[in-house]
Structure formats: structure tokens, C-alpha cells
């Protein structure tokens, strides 16, 4: 599996940003897709998933993410969506997609990030 992550940028505090991981190279049905962020001295976080097969329900969220950030996935375009409300400088980071089958917990297949950065 090949992801590519994109719509990072820079945006004001309060404001939305939504980024894109466009997945190439196997059938996704039996994955589940993740976005992670790391902030400069801060471990890498999940913050959210979703498994690509199954229908409404199948997405989990942070506590640090419920209510503000929202995941989800456009089949047709092989792309899951990240999309972030109400930013905060805290939320400034590396973001990630990754993939992983569904039946483990490692995540073996990753993407470079794009940069989230948000001003006060």
C-alpha cells in the first residue's frame, strides 16, 4: 500500500484545514486507515481511523481529536479525509496516514507527512 498525505499548510488559530491521503497499489478492503501527528518533542499520536470495508461506525477518534477532527473516506477516489476544526496552536505538527490490516496492530505502511501549522 502507497499513501500520500496532503493539505497541510498554515492557518490561524480557530480556523479549518482538511487534509487528503490518497492510497494506491492494493485493495483496500480489509485495512484500516489512521492519521497520526507529531509535534517537535512530542511521540507520535493517533489520532483517528477508520476501517476502509465496513460502513457508518467503524471510526475511532483520540480524545485529543473527538469533536473537532473528523475522519473520513471517499471509496471511489481511493482517499480518506482529515478534516480539522476550531485549530489550535497545540495541533501544530507532522501529520500522517497509515494503513494497517485490519486483524493487527501494527502499522505497516506509512506516508510522509504534511505539515500543519497553526498561528496564534
Known amino acids: 500500500v502507497q499513501l500520500q498525505a496532503s493539505g497541510g499548510g498554515l492557518v490561524q488559530a480557530g480556523g479549518s484545514l482538511t487534509l487528503s491521503c490518497a492510497a494506491s497499489g492494493r485493495a483496500l478492503s480489509n485495512y484500516v486507515i489512521g492519521w497520526f501527528r507529531q509535534a517537535p518533542g512530542k511521540e507520535r499520536e493517533l489520532l483517528a481511523s477508520?476501517?476502509?470495508?465496513?460502513?457508518?461506525?467503524?471510526?475511532h477518534y483520540a480524545d485529543s481529536a473527538k469533536g473537532r477532527f473528523t475522519i473520513s473516506r471517499q471509496r471511489a477516489k481511493n482517499t480518506v479525509y482529515l478534516q480539522m476544526n476550531s485549530l489550535k496552536p497545540e495541533d501544530t505538527a507532522l501529520y500522517y496516514c497509515?494503513?494497517?490490516?485490519?486483524?493487527?496492530?501494527?502499522?505497516?505502511?506509512w506516508g510522509p507527512g504534511t505539515l500543519v501549522t497553526v498561528s496564534s
Open positions: 497509515a494503513a494497517k490490516w485490519c486483524t493487527t496492530s501494527n502499522w505497516n505502511y
Open positions: 477508520v476501517y476502509w470495508g465496513a460502513g457508518a461506525g467503524t471510526e
